[in-house]
C-alpha cells in the first residue's frame, strides 16, 4: 500500500521552495517596464510666418496585450485535478516586481508516491517585436524539441529527462508568443516507488494541454 511519508530526494525537495520555482519554470525574463514612446519631436530653428498643416503624429502601436492575466485562473479547475493530482486548484502566485508585466502561477502535490509540479507564466513585453526577440532567444535555449502548430503566433515544446539518486524526473516546457505576449508553460513529474519518470508523450501532452488553454485565458482576458 503506497504511502506519502517517503522523504524526496533532495532535488525534487528544493522544488517546493519558492525561492527556486522561476528557475524551475525555465522562465527567462526580459529587462525593462513599458518604455514611453514619445508623440513626436518638434523642428527646432524653423521660423515661418505662415502655419501650415502639420503631418499627422505618428502614434505608438498599441499594444494587444496591455498587461498579464491571473496565472492562477488561467486554467479550468478539472484540468489542475487531472495534471496534478491532490493540488489545491487555486495554485500559489509567485511575488512578482511588477505584477501588470509578468505573473506566474504554480502547482505541486505528492498523491501516495506520484509528485507532479505544474507553472504558468505570462510575461507582457512592449511590443510584438520584443516578444518575437525573446521567444527566439528561448527556443534557442531549448534543445530537442518542435513547434506546436495552432497554438499563439508561434509554439515551441520541448521534454527532458533527468536523474539523480536513480531517481527519474521527466519535464515538459511549452514556449507560446502571442504578439506581444509570452507564456510559458512547465510541467514535470516523477514516481518514488517505481523510480521512473512519466512517459515523454504524458508529459508533452499535458503541458500542451495547459499552454492552450492558458493562451485562450490570455484571449479573454483581452477582450474583457
Known sequence: MRSSSLPLPLALTARLSPVVVLAAAGWALTSGPFAATSAGEHKEGEKTGTPSASAPATAAASKTYAAAPSPCGSLAKKTITSLVPGAKSAGKEIPSTDSKLRRTCSWNAL?????????????????????????????????????????GDSAYSVVNLTTEDKQQTREGVVMVRASNALVTVTYNGSDFETKKAPSTDEINKAAIKAAKEAVAALEDGQQS
Not at 511590443?127 to 526577440?133: L, M, P, R
Request: cysteine-free; aromatic content about 12%.
Open 111 to 151: 498523491k501516495g508516491y506520484d509528485y507532479r509540479w505544474l507553472d504558468v507564466s505570462f510575461e507582457i513585453t512592449e511590443n510584438d517585436e520584443a516578444a518575437q526577440k525573446s521567444y527566439k532567444e528561448n527556443v534557442e535555449e531549448k534543445s530537442g524539441g518542435g513547434d506546436v502548430p495552432g497554438v
